[in-house]
């Protein structure tokens, strides 16, 4: 666990934080319709894909760029037992905007499950790490969600990445948001997004589109500190799972209300 997090806290400090706020525009290009790449991301992503060659030899890394580029990697989540995802510049908007909002992620994938997780954020200095069975733990200290009962609506702060939600979705969910306390945007950034539920600053937050390196090491982050993250048909989330939406919540209690909130069950 602390070899990764060393690889991906040297990934930050050595090629991504030189260009923070310091990207030259050659240094930022659309890798496809919406979606922008900077040289960080595609830097650290070969930095940390070499180093986790080397702590387990063998095992193919799946990274979010080299995906952009060869789409049939994702297929080792299928045929290879063991697996890593790489996300190596978590919220690129974020950066390419000068926003500190943005992380460096990884997570390892055993036989379709996510066994262990790491999300680095330099900008606040904070480290988190997650084993399957063995918790949630941020610098040494144990995780937990606030396990407060909110089965009032109007008590539930929340966040809807609203961004991929197609026309019918955004009809649907849009005028239910009046029903809770709060609801905003999101930070782009789900190496954010999660741990603001497990620390209790929001109590939910909607997802539609589902990368595996977006999602998989913040599952586990927050399901390890005893949160919830369900598809709205209830079903668990996989790393290798192809479809839509995923509804996080700090407990049970809060993702039945908000579920039925939002999907008016």
């Known amino acids: ?146 396990a407060a009962n909110r089965p009032d609506a109007a008590a539930i702060r929340g966040a809807v990445l609203g961004r991929f939600l197609t026309d019918d979705e955004r009809a649907s969910v849009t005028p239910r948001f009046t029903q809770f306390a709060a609801i905003t945007s999101g930070y782009s950034c789900a190496g954010y997004e999660y741990p603001a539920i497990i620390d209790g600053a929001q109590d939910f937050a909607l997802f539609q589109r589902l990368l595996p390196w977006d999602h998989a090491p913040g599952v586990l982050l927050l399901t390890e500190a005893g949160g919830v993250a369900k598809h709205p048909d209830g079903r668990a989330f996989q790393p290798d799972a192809r479809q839509r939406g995923l509804l996080l919540a700090s407990g049970p209690a809060v993702w039945d209300t908000v579920h039925g909130v939002l999907y008016g069950v």
């Open 1 to 146: 666990m602390d070899a990764v997090s060393s690889i991906l806290r040297e990934a930050a400090i050595t090629v991504i934080v030189p260009r923070f706020r310091a990207l030259a525009d050659h240094e930022v290009e659309e890798k496809a319709p919406g979606e922008v790449v900077t040289i960080a991301d595609r830097e650290a992503e070969a930095f940390i894909s070499s180093r986790l060659g080397e702590l387990l030899p063998g095992v193919p890394v799946i990274g979010e760029e080299a995906v952009c580029d060869n789409p049939s990697l994702t297929q080792a989540l299928d045929t290879e037992p063991l697996v890593w995802l790489v996300d190596p510049l978590d919220g690129t908007s974020n950066f390419i905007k000068g926003s500190p909002h943005w992380a460096v992620m990884a997570a390892l994938v055993r036989h379709g499950e996510t066994v262990a997780s790491w999300i680095y954020r330099h900008t606040d200095t904070r480290l988190f790490q997650a084993e399957r069975g063995s918790g949630a733990w941020s610098d040494g200290v144990r995780l937990w969600c606030d």
